[in-house]
């Protein structure tokens, strides 16, 4: 017999903790297609469909990701290098970042049907696992410096593009789930610049931007420590967004360039699934 159904959220409580502005577990969000500051909203309504999910697919997801990442909380955002040594809790990172992009499709067409396929054993979500992470690592990157604090997209995950010499272009995507507004764990190629990747996420806002850039309507969630400057110069957010995006255009349009010059040449290029381009080898 199948148990009640629950409300379900596409980010996850527990995720968004240290967003939270007050007691009441308020999050406050910047409406960029109204160009303001919306209401404060508690957690548990900001990020929830308007929809039931079956009980059991929502223990699924508590037992593979949420549980296991609360358990290992104090380890994984401690100072200083993080060993991650247990397969669930690397799985349960992994799965941050792999599934977030399902919960979000979930929202968009109102049914788990992908998520449950996803997730139908345990054998099959390592085996996943490990197939998602060929030509990736799993790293952990962000700032200390409050400027710098990590904004929460209302998709739940950001990409963001880093330097990789392994890349025909020299710039591959990667792709972020915050867990503080100093910490984000993210999934990038194994030849992505990682002492670049690190020196730029700890000492620019070149995080920081993409994980607020985006469609013109979208929503983000502050950082508690930007809230008082974003509600008194509104204007400094905006613009920050408009130069982020303009250089993620730049990015964008520099990466096609290569990309067609390689084209002209005869060459044959393949995108590789960890987000980079290669050139087709010879057969």
Same mark, same amino acid.
């Given at each position: 017999m199948q148990r009640a159904k629950r409300k379900p959220h596409w980010v996850s409580q527990f995720l968004t903790t240290p967003w939270e502005v007050n007691a009441k577990r308020e999050l406050v969000f910047f409406d960029f297609a109204a160009g303001h500051l919306g209401r404060p909203t508690p957690s548990k309504r900001l990020f929830r469909e308007n929809r039931a999910r079956p009980a059991e697919l929502e223990d699924r997801l508590n037992a593979l990701i949420e549980t296991p990442f609360s358990q290992a909380r104090d380890t994984l955002l401690a100072t200083g290098d993080v060993q991650i040594d247990e397969w669930k809790v690397y799985r349960a990172l992994v799965l941050l970042v792999m599934m977030q992009p399902a919960r979000t499709h979930? %929202?968009?067409?109102?049914? !788990? !049907? +992908?998520?449950?396929?996803?997730?139908?054993? !345990?054998?099959?979500? !390592?085996?996943l696992v490990q197939l998602y992470m060929q030509g990736r690592r799993l790293v952990r990157i962000g700032s200390i410096l409050p400027e710098h604090a990590l904004f929460y997209p209302d998709g739940g995950i950001f990409g963001f593009l880093t330097r990789d010499a392994g890349c025909l272009t020299e710039w591959a995507w990667g792709f972020a789930i915050p867990v503080t507004p100093s910490i984000a764990f993210a999934s990038i190629s194994e030849t992505a610049d990682w002492e +670049?990747?690190?020196?730029?996420?700890q000492t620019t806002s070149h995080l920081q931007g993409f994980s607020l850039a985006g469609l013109p309507d979208a929503r983000v969630v502050l950082p508690p420590g930007l809230v008082k400057v974003t509600r008194e110069t509104p204007s400094w957010l905006v613009e920050h967004r408009a130069r982020m995006n303009a250089l993620r255009t730049d990015l964008l349009a520099a990466r096609v360039k290569i990309v067609r010059a390689h084209e002209a040449h005869g060459h %044959?290029?393949?995108?590789?699934?960890d987000g980079s381009y290669g050139l087709a080898t010879q057969s």
């Amino acid at each position: 017999m199948q148990r009640a159904k629950r409300k379900p959220h596409w980010v996850s409580q527990f995720l968004t903790t240290p967003w939270e502005v007050n007691a009441k577990r308020e999050l406050v969000f910047f409406d960029f297609a109204a160009g303001h500051l919306g209401r404060p909203t508690p957690s548990k309504r900001l990020f929830r469909e308007n929809r039931a999910r079956p009980a059991e697919l929502e223990d699924r997801l508590n037992a593979l990701i949420e549980t296991p990442f609360s358990q290992a909380r104090d380890t994984l955002l401690a100072t200083g290098d993080v060993q991650i040594d247990e397969w669930k809790v690397y799985r349960a990172l992994v799965l941050l970042v792999m599934m977030q992009p399902a919960r979000t499709h979930a %929202r968009t067409v109102r049914n !788990d !049907d +992908w998520l449950e396929q996803l997730l139908v054993s !345990d054998q099959e979500v !390592d085996h996943l696992v490990q197939l998602y992470m060929q030509g990736r690592r799993l790293v952990r990157i962000g700032s200390i410096l409050p400027e710098h604090a990590l904004f929460y997209p209302d998709g739940g995950i950001f990409g963001f593009l880093t330097r990789d010499a392994g890349c025909l272009t020299e710039w591959a995507w990667g792709f972020a789930i915050p867990v503080t507004p100093s910490i984000a764990f993210a999934s990038i190629s194994e030849t992505a610049d990682w002492e +670049w990747l690190r020196a730029a996420s700890q000492t620019t806002s070149h995080l920081q931007g993409f994980s607020l850039a985006g469609l013109p309507d979208a929503r983000v969630v502050l950082p508690p420590g930007l809230v008082k400057v974003t509600r008194e110069t509104p204007s400094w957010l905006v613009e920050h967004r408009a130069r982020m995006n303009a250089l993620r255009t730049d990015l964008l349009a520099a990466r096609v360039k290569i990309v067609r010059a390689h084209e002209a040449h005869g060459h %044959r290029v393949v995108p590789h699934p960890d987000g980079s381009y290669g050139l087709a080898t010879q057969s």
